[in-house]
C-alpha cells in the first residue's frame, strides 16, 4: 500500500517569497491534516480537512498560509509571505475517516528553511 | 485536552528492555492512550494505543494502570534502528496534539 506523498523533499527560500507544498494522501481517506513541526517540538495541527471541507483551521496563521483540498484527494500548503519563524518540517497526514482514536499515516515531510 | 509529561531523553543498549512512562493526570473518560514514533526525516509512525490494563502487539507493550494517571510503553530488547523520538498522546474526541516527546537513544 502506498503511503502518504509530499513535495518538494526540502524547500530553501527567502523572507518574504511565497512557497507551496503538495500533499497526496493514501488512497480513499477521507481526512487530510497538515501538521508543522519545528526543531526540537512536536508537530502542531495547522488544518484538517474532512473530504474537501475544512474541520479545524484554529491553529493555522490564516493572514500568510492557506490550504486546499481540490475534489477531496490531494491538497497544497502555501506559505505567502514567508516569515524566518516559519521554517519547520511541514507534515501531512491521512486517516481513514477521521473519527476519534483512529491511527494517522504521516508523509515524510518537506523542510522548509526561510533565509 | 489532558496534558502529557514524559522524560525528554533516555539512553539505552542494544538488547535491554526500555521502559518509557508518560503521565496524564488529568486524563478523561474518554481519553485513549496512543504512542507515536519518529524517526529522523521521517514523519511519526503509529505504534500502539490502549486504553486500560495492557496491550501488546509485535512492535511494544503498553502498560495502563487501573487510575489511568500514567501509562508506560515498554519496548523488548531494543536495537540501534529503534533510535527515536516517542511521542505518549492522550486523545479523546479532539485532534491529537503531540508534545516534545522521549528521545531514545540506543548504543551498541
Known amino acids: 500500500e502506498a503511503g502518504v506523498a509530499q513535495s518538494p523533499r526540502y524547500k530553501i527560500i527567502e523572507k518574504r517569497q511565497s512557497v507551496a507544498f503538495w500533499c497526496n494522501p493514501i488512497?480513499?481517506?477521507?481526512?487530510l491534516y497538515w501538521y508543522q513541526q519545528i526543531l526540537g517540538q512536536g508537530p502542531k495541527l495547522l488544518i484538517q480537512?474532512?473530504?474537501?471541507?475544512?474541520?479545524?483551521d484554529s491553529q493555522l496563521p490564516k493572514d500568510r498560509f492557506s490550504a486546499e483540498r481540490l475534489k477531496g484527494v490531494d491538497s497544497t500548503l502555501k506559505i505567502q509571505p514567508a516569515k524566518l519563524e516559519d521554517s519547520a518540517v511541514y507534515l501531512c497526514?491521512?486517516?481513514?475517516?477521521?473519527?476519534?482514536?483512529?491511527?494517522?499515516?504521516f508523509g515524510s515531510g518537506t523542510q522548509l528553511s526561510v533565509l | 485536552l489532558a496534558k502529557t509529561t514524559q522524560p525528554i531523553s533516555m539512553d539505552s543498549y542494544e538488547g535491554q528492555e526500555v521502559n518509557i512512562t508518560c503521565s496524564h493526570n488529568?486524563?478523561?473518560?474518554?481519553?485513549?492512550i496512543t504512542w507515536y514514533q519518529q524517526f529522523p526525516s521521517q514523519g511519526p509512525r503509529f505504534i500502539i494505543q490502549?486504553?486500560?490494563t495492557k496491550v501488546t502487539n509485535e512492535v511494544a507493550s503498553l502498560f495502563i494502570p487501573a487510575d489511568r494517571k500514567s501509562s508506560t510503553l515498554s519496548l523488548p530488547r531494543v536495537s540501534l534502528s529503534d533510535t527515536a523520538v516517542y511521542y505518549c498522546?492522550?486523545?479523546?474526541?479532539?485532534?491529537?496534539?503531540f508534545g516534545k516527546g522521549t528521545m531514545l537513544l540506543v548504543s551498541p
Open positions: 497526514a491521512s486517516s481513514l475517516k477521521g473519527t476519534a482514536y483512529e491511527k494517522l499515516f
Open positions: 488512497s480513499g481517506h477521507a481526512t
Open positions: 480537512f474532512q473530504n474537501n471541507g475544512v474541520v479545524d
Open positions: 488529568n486524563i478523561a473518560t474518554n481519553d485513549y
Open positions: 490502549g486504553y486500560k
Open positions: 498522546l492522550v486523545e479523546g474526541y479532539s485532534t491529537l496534539t
